[in-house]
């Protein structure tokens, strides 16, 4: 819900209260990356930029042959979009897409492309970014993911309203609206 202060808070809170056995029972259960990866992220969607680089590099993942790096990639690829460094970000999250295809990562693909088309859009790239908005939604619509489709479909309208495509960019603005109201 984009409350990060009440977010960092409770992972503070969490921290606290770790312990060895759980935190071994996170690494081998495969979501300790994951973790550590959101935690860094608010400290970016707050605006603290060296706090969230200092999370990053103490978390990052030892190779880039670690199956976990694709995971650091879109996160970090995350933090140079916060600041609206686009053509950082957009090759760092092209890097994770291709890596979360290799393991067939569905969720972490749609995550990508729904970035990848952000960026494209953000550098005014109007082409590209309806592109990767389109695969962000034909996946979304495989996975029934709520929060994608309505991204994927704010992109897709924005495209076609900067293009003057009055019709299209109704029709996927009623799309987002739905979405938007099914998701809050």
Known sequence: IEDYSSALTAYRQAFAIDNPQFEKRRRDDDWDIWIKMEYAEIF???????????????????????????????????????????????????????????????????????LIAKTYLLLQQYDSAMQYGQRALKVAYTTKAKQVTRDACQIIYAVYDWHKQTDSANLYFRQYSAMNDSVA
């Open 44 to 114: 970016s969607h707050l605006y603290q930029f060296d706090s969230a680089w200092y999370y990053f590099e103490l978390y990052k993942p030892p190779s880039a042959d670690d199956r976990y790096f694709r995971i650091y990639l879109i996160s970090t690829g995350e933090y140079y979009l916060l600041q609206k460094k686009y053509k950082q970000a957009l090759q760092i999250f092209l890097k994770g897409l291709y890596l979360h295809r290799q393991l067939n990562d569905r969720n972490e693909i749609q995550r990508s492309l729904i």
